[in-house]
């Protein structure tokens, strides 16, 4: 493998020419700061957002979704510090608020707000709501997925740092006695995840935040930090932000914002411990962590090796000669069958270019199986299923595709 800045440059170029991400508005010059998603790219943020809803929501009991608005009274960025103290430092010395301003309403009535900086706040914001309508047992969290928006100076290093990006955030309410014992249960569950989905431990880093750089909310705080080919850089945060939040919008908007435990019978502003995951730096880590470059067949090849169900594709189906009626007829009977008995895999009918173009093309998108239909699956019913990573093929019957590549 080349140098790290060689290697930034590759990923980049292979994510416009693979249909990954592109340059926020291309054809005017771009957009600093803002980057399109194409089909393979948005595939594969679906596919992370999926399984981490799958763990942290549908896979506990004590987990709540929500989907907030994106502008919220401006009232609630006030409370919880954004609108003085959400800002970086201009080169001339002084204060730039990076929050994004709009107007709502018009004339003499427009307010003026803020696109969301985060998502958490939208969560602090309905908590009561959350009390009145699931009467949720403490502990209990919120979660959310969406987009946020930082006026960055400078934004940089491709999607790692952007003014419109989407984050992956839980608040977890709980006693204040308790914090240390889920915040402990939290950095594992975090680190587990982010390893299982594909994410090199090898460069994954726990660092333990100093209480002068901590945000004015935390007490604690551990970024988990990953060597990318730029540096070691923040990918996801664990903070405990006590009872800060809750207690501010208490006291600033009258609401009661409290939780009364029927069990002790006793009334009290929760604490709240927060996962938070950047999802366009978890694809940009998958992407360094999956990219290498071999040869195989004494050809050279450039390979993401992403994990089947973190691959944008799973299975890419081919006829051998796309000028053959009986093989592509079979080849998309096949493919039907495929989307038809599995609604959870991503796959591909490919006819384009040589069979070998097709292999070093399903390569770079990281799909891990292709299954190729010739003249002897006419004959038999079996079908060449090639291997991602070590090129090996073999036949089966077509039926037991997703038995063989167990994505069934």
């Given at each position: 493998?080349?140098?790290?800045?060689?290697?930034?440059?590759?990923?980049?170029?292979?994510?416009?020419?693979?249909?990954?991400?592109?340059?926020?508005?291309?054809?005017?010059?771009?957009?600093?700061?803002?980057?399109?998603?194409?089909?393979?790219?948005?595939?594969?943020?679906?596919?992370?957002?999926?399984?981490?809803?799958?763990?942290?929501?549908?896979?506990?009991?004590?987990?709540?979704?929500?989907?907030?608005?994106?502008?919220?009274?401006?009232?609630?960025?006030?409370?919880?510090?954004?609108?003085?103290?959400?800002?970086?430092?201009?080169?001339?010395?002084?204060?730039?608020?990076?929050?994004?301003?709009?107007?709502?309403?018009?004339?003499?009535?427009?307010?003026?707000?803020?696109?969301?900086?985060?998502?958490?706040?939208?969560?602090?914001?309905?908590?009561?709501?959350?009390?009145?309508?699931f009467?949720?047992?403490?502990?209990?969290?919120?979660?959310?997925?969406?987009?946020?928006?930082?006026?960055?100076?400078?934004?940089?290093?491709?999607?790692?740092?952007?003014?419109?990006?989407?984050?992956?955030?839980?608040?977890?309410?709980?006693?204040?006695?308790?914090?240390?014992?889920?915040?402990?249960?939290?950095?594992?569950?975090?680190?587990?995840?982010?390893?299982?989905?594909?994410?090199?431990?090898?460069?994954?880093?726990?660092?333990?935040?100093?209480?002068?750089?901590?945000a004015?909310?935390?007490?604690?705080?551990i970024?988990?930090?990953?060597?990318?080919?730029?540096?070691?850089?923040?990918?996801?945060?664990?903070?405990?932000?006590?009872?800060f939040?809750?207690k501010?919008?208490?006291?600033?908007?009258?609401?009661?914002?409290?939780?009364?435990?029927?069990?002790?019978?006793?009334?009290?502003?929760?604490?709240?411990?927060?996962?938070?995951?950047?999802?366009?730096r978890?694809?940009?880590?998958?992407?360094?962590?999956?990219?290498?470059?071999?040869?195989?067949n004494?050809?050279?090849?450039?390979?993401?090796?992403?994990?089947?169900?973190?691959?944008?594709?799973?299975?890419?189906?081919?006829?051998?000669?796309?000028?053959?009626?009986?093989?592509?007829?079979?080849?998309?009977?096949?493919?039907?069958?495929?989307k038809?008995?599995?609604?959870?895999?991503?796959?591909?009918?490919?006819?384009?270019?040589?069979?070998?173009?097709?292999?070093?093309?399903?390569?770079?998108?990281?799909?891990?199986?292709?299954?190729?239909?010739?003249?002897?699956?006419?004959?038999?019913?079996?079908?060449?299923?090639?291997?991602?990573?070590?090129?090996?093929?073999?036949?089966?019957l077509?039926?037991?595709?997703?038995?063989?590549?167990?994505?069934?």
């Amino acid at each position: 493998m080349e140098d790290k800045t060689d290697l930034m440059q590759k990923i980049v170029s292979l994510c416009k020419r693979r249909g990954f991400v592109f340059p926020g508005s291309e054809i005017y010059g771009g957009f600093a700061g803002f980057w399109d998603y194409g089909h393979y790219g948005l595939m594969l943020k679906q596919n992370i957002k999926n399984l981490w809803w799958q763990k942290f929501v549908r896979g506990r009991e004590d987990l709540f979704g929500i989907d907030s608005a994106i502008i919220l009274n401006p009232k609630v960025w006030e409370t919880s510090g954004h609108v003085s103290g959400f800002s970086d430092p201009t080169q001339d010395g002084g204060r730039f608020n990076t929050m994004f301003q709009t107007s709502v309403g018009a004339g003499e009535d427009a307010v003026t707000s803020y696109l969301r900086p985060e998502t958490a706040q939208g969560i602090f914001a309905n908590f009561k709501n959350y009390l009145d309508a699931f009467s949720p047992a403490l502990p209990f969290g919120i979660a959310q997925i969406g987009k946020a928006f930082r006026n960055e100076i400078s934004p940089r290093d491709f999607i790692f740092r952007t003014r419109e990006f989407e984050q992956m955030e839980i608040e977890y309410f709980i006693k204040e006695k308790n914090w240390q014992e889920f915040f402990e249960e939290w950095r594992k569950e975090m680190k587990g995840w982010i390893e299982n989905i594909g994410v090199d431990p090898a460069r994954l880093h726990e660092l333990e935040v100093p209480d002068k750089e901590r945000a004015h909310y935390s007490k604690r705080t551990i970024d988990f930090e990953f060597d990318f080919p730029f540096g070691r850089k923040e990918l996801c945060g664990l903070a405990y932000r006590t009872d800060f939040d809750l207690k501010s919008h208490m006291e600033a908007s009258s609401a009661d914002l409290s939780y009364f435990d029927e069990e002790t019978k006793e009334k009290f502003v929760p604490h709240c411990i927060e996962p938070s995951f950047g999802l366009d730096r978890l694809v940009l880590a998958l992407l360094v962590s999956a990219y290498d470059e071999d040869e195989m067949n004494g050809e050279k090849r450039i390979v993401l090796r992403l994990k089947p169900e973190i691959a944008p594709v799973q299975i890419a189906v081919f006829p051998l000669l796309r000028n053959k009626p009986q093989l592509v007829e079979k080849a998309r009977g096949i493919y039907q069958k495929l989307k038809a008995n599995s609604s959870k895999l991503t796959d591909i009918f490919d006819d384009n270019g040589n069979i070998g173009k097709r292999y070093r093309r399903q390569d770079e998108i990281g799909t891990p199986f292709c299954v190729t239909i010739d003249f002897q699956t006419l004959e038999d019913d079996t079908v060449t299923i090639r291997d991602r990573d070590t090129g090996e093929q073999e036949r089966v019957l077509s039926g037991e595709i997703l038995q063989f590549t167990k994505l069934g």
